[in-house]
């Protein structure tokens, strides 16, 4: 497959020779806002040109972010899709560097966020996922290695609309299981549940694993619940 030649606005090209390696543009997106798409708005899905213009990304715009930036760097466009019970679905950039595997992500939840490039495998990475993604609700059952490129000639990179043939393509594409134990989904979701009651306006940071993360937007540095939750 191969990558289109793109017009760049100057801005762009800019902000692309700033941001040379996955951790640069993890360190880009934790410093935008999170596009919460709340009214008086619209719901919204950007390129990497309406992020660039509006200086806010849910998780899907910046995975477009990601893909196109790290693109011109030789890094392929790809998209790593979860499918959740609740169908509430979550979305990575996914990299390779020195064999390994590695994420950029952006959420509304700390343990949603990147990964350094340390993971054997997609799946040793996405399994890295399932018990930040447990909440009153969530809970991973599948996932997909996607290269945007499959999209051929659907401007999925600068386009000046919302761009959802993106979204299709990922719910779409055949997912593959994962599965978890019940009885550790439910260890998982009683915890998050005792969390959320003692400090309902925060957000958990209990997960093991944590020295395999990215670097987190500083809100989520701050946070309280990095223990047992007895403790918090």
């Not at 596009?35 to 509006?54: A, D, K």
């Not at 000046?160 to 019940?182: G, S």
């Not at 998050?192 to 925060?202: I, K, Q, S």
Request: charged share 30%; glycine share 6%; net charge positive.
């Amino acid at each position: 497959m191969h990558s289109p030649r793109l017009t760049f606005t100057p801005r762009e090209r800019r902000l692309i020779a700033r941001l040379r390696t996955p951790a640069d543009v993890q360190r880009f997106l934790n410093a935008l806002p999170y596009n919460t798409e709340h009214p008086p708005g619209r719901v919204t899905l950007r390129s990497f040109r309406g992020v660039v213009r509006h200086h806010t990304a849910h998780c899907l715009e910046a995975v477009l972010t990601a893909a196109v930036v790290l693109e011109q760097h030789g890094y392929p466009p790809l998209a790593l899709s979860f499918e959740s019970v609740d169908q509430l679905d979550h979305v990575l950039f996914v990299y390779r560097h020195r064999g390994r595997w590695g994420s950029v992500a952006r959420s509304r939840d700390p343990g949603l966020h990147g990964r350094r490039p340390v993971f054997r495998t997609t799946r040793a990475l996405a399994l890295s996922y399932v018990e930040p993604y447990v909440d009153f609700t969530g809970r991973i059952t599948g996932y997909a290695v996607v290269d945007l490129r499959v999209l051929d000639r659907y401007d999925w990179r600068l386009s000046e609309r919302n761009v959802w043939k993106v979204e299709r393509v990922l719910l779409d594409y055949p997912h593959r299981r994962m599965h978890t134990a019940d009885h550790r989904i439910d260890q998982w979701r009683a915890r998050y549940r005792g969390f959320m009651t003692r400090f309902p306006d925060r957000k958990p940071l209990f997960f093991d694993g944590q020295e395999r993360w990215s670097e987190l937007p500083a809100r989520f540095r701050r946070v309280v619940g990095c223990g047992d939750t007895r403790r918090a």
